[in-house]
């Protein structure tokens, strides 16, 4: 079996701003309902959830305002 070709998308997922929205608020809601203890627990929820549709400073940006949210 040979490898099927992938075409490489000419603009990266996280330039969707409406997904990375979507994206956002699923993470702040697992999160939200996980009540995580560290900022590693925070990181593992939202890598999980925004896998990897995102770079790695929206994954950053995310987890950091999750984590703010749930400071609050």
């Given at each position: 079996m040979h490898p099927q070709p992938v075409e490489p998308s000419s603009t990266?997922?996280?330039?969707?701003?409406?997904?990375v929205r979507y994206l956002h608020q699923l993470a702040a809601a697992r999160v939200t309902a996980a009540r995580p203890r560290s900022e590693?627990?925070?990181?593992?929820?939202?890598r999980v959830t925004v896998d990897d549709e995102v770079?790695?400073?929206?994954?950053?940006?995310?987890?950091?305002d999750v984590s703010d949210d749930l400071r609050r």
């Open positions: 990266p997922r996280s330039a969707a701003p409406a997904r590693q627990q925070i990181a593992d929820i939202v770079d790695t400073r929206t994954f950053a940006a995310i987890v950091t």
